[in-house]
């Protein structure tokens, strides 16, 4: 397999990553555990159709000092706190204590929060927030390939829930929300039913083989984090992502 410039716009070499974090947000299922997943637009600039996990661009406001003693001490702190703003955007789940406060109101923060009006910095004092028993482990991070026009540098976060939240509220930024468990997921992308981009799906057979949430947990706690720059190698089935550790992927380096 050779190595080619790894995207289509070899201009773009150049473009340097935007830090990003996405969450994987899991629950127990008889036959392990299962995950929740977004279906993007099908005219998005970046992955259209596509099938992910919650997740987007780590802003600003994601290092605010009002998130010192609420979060779990996982990744980068801004990282983590991008992973749970953006679930709780595009999903409605907030997986924190909500003490006496009323559905009502959360929806309404939620509103601001999406509109722009209310940061997550201000939605945490609102909503009295506190993650740090939230179940969550950093475990990956994945880049875009070099010459691609729109590239991320990503923080891969695992939350653990016991029981799946009673629903999920999209968006206009996905088209709809499924909830699966990684090994039929990864059966239904080879049956062409879920697009998918390649670190989703390598994070879903990662995933597959686990026998249940805890074990998952487990094995995903403290594992040391290296940066996996996704690189396109061309073989006799076309442009194929490839991985460190893949076979091909140091070729031409």
């Not at 259209?48 to 996990?53: I, Q, Y």
């Not at 468990?181 to 059966?187: C, I, N, R, Y």
Request: neutral net charge; contains cysteine; aromatic residues 8%.
């Amino acid at each position: 397999m050779n190595l080619r410039s790894d995207g289509a716009n070899p201009r773009s070499d150049a473009v340097t990553p935007r830090p990003a974090a996405t969450v994987i947000v899991a629950t127990p299922a008889p036959s392990g555990l299962e995950v929740l997943l977004l279906q993007r637009p099908r005219d998005a600039r970046f992955g259209a159709g596509a099938w992910a996990f919650p997740g987007g661009a780590i802003d600003a406001d994601d290092a605010h000092g009002t998130w010192t003693g609420r979060l779990p001490g996982v990744g980068e702190a801004a990282a983590c706190v991008a992973a749970l703003r953006e679930l709780f955007e595009e999903t409605g789940i907030l997986p924190a204590p909500l003490c006496g406060i009323e559905p009502q109101k959360v929806a309404e923060v939620r509103r601001g929060l999406l509109a722009g009006r209310t940061p997550f910095s201000r939605v945490a004092e609102l909503l009295e927030l506190d993650f740090s028993s939230t179940r969550v482990v950093y475990f990956a991070r994945w880049i875009t390939p070099r010459g691609a026009a729109l590239r991320f540098d990503t923080r891969f976060f695992f939350l653990a829930l016991e029981t799946r939240p009673a629903g999920v509220s999209l968006t206009p930024e996905h088209d709809a929300a499924l909830w699966t468990t990684p090994a039929s997921a990864l059966e239904r992308r080879g049956a062409g039913e879920l697009p998918m981009m390649f670190p989703t799906a390598r994070t879903l057979d990662r995933l597959a083989g686990f026998p249940s949430l805890a074990a998952a947990l487990r094995a995903l706690r403290d594992v040391p984090v290296e940066p996996a720059l996704v690189r396109l190698g061309v073989g006799a089935r076309g442009v194929t992502p490839l991985a460190p550790g893949d076979p091909g992927y140091d070729e031409g380096r």
